[in-house]
């Protein structure tokens, strides 16, 4: 059985920074890439960050480029997302997801899955 546990999310005001983190288990986090999403209301899903575990490259979304930096602690499998410089744009609910393809912001051949989010709010 997969879980994915983010945690972090708040409400900042516009120029602060938060960090999210997220605790898998039941699902080797060492797996292809890990990464992090956000939805705003009325607008789709985004992939912003993913990292990966062979290499530790990262990739960003342009929306997040410079502000935002992914990581992760394959020995305790976690992935965390460090939000500097937040913007009102940047509210949403924020999901981390394991097994993404590493070549995008899509789910790899095996599947992969998605915790239950964790609300960031930028005034």
């Known amino acids: 059985h997969v879980q994915l546990v983010e945690s972090g999310g708040d409400s900042v005001e516009a120029g602060g920074s938060l960090r999210l983190s997220c605790v898998a288990s039941?699902?080797?986090?060492?797996?292809?890439?890990v990464g992090w999403f956000r939805q705003a209301p009325g607008k789709q899903r985004e992939g912003i960050a993913r990292i990966s575990r062979v290499s530790r490259r990262t990739y960003y979304a342009d929306s997040v480029n410079g502000g935002f930096t992914i990581s992760q602690d394959n020995t305790k499998k976690m992935v965390f997302l460090q939000m500097n410089s937040l913007k009102s744009e940047d509210t949403a609910m924020y999901y981390c997801?394991?097994?993404?393809?590493?070549?995008?912001?899509?789910?790899?051949?095996?599947?992969?899955?998605w915790g239950q989010g964790t609300q960031v709010t930028v005034s």
């Open positions: 997801a394991v097994g993404l393809d590493c070549g995008g912001f899509y789910c790899s051949t095996y599947g992969c899955f």
């Open positions: 039941g699902y080797d986090i060492n797996s292809n890439c």
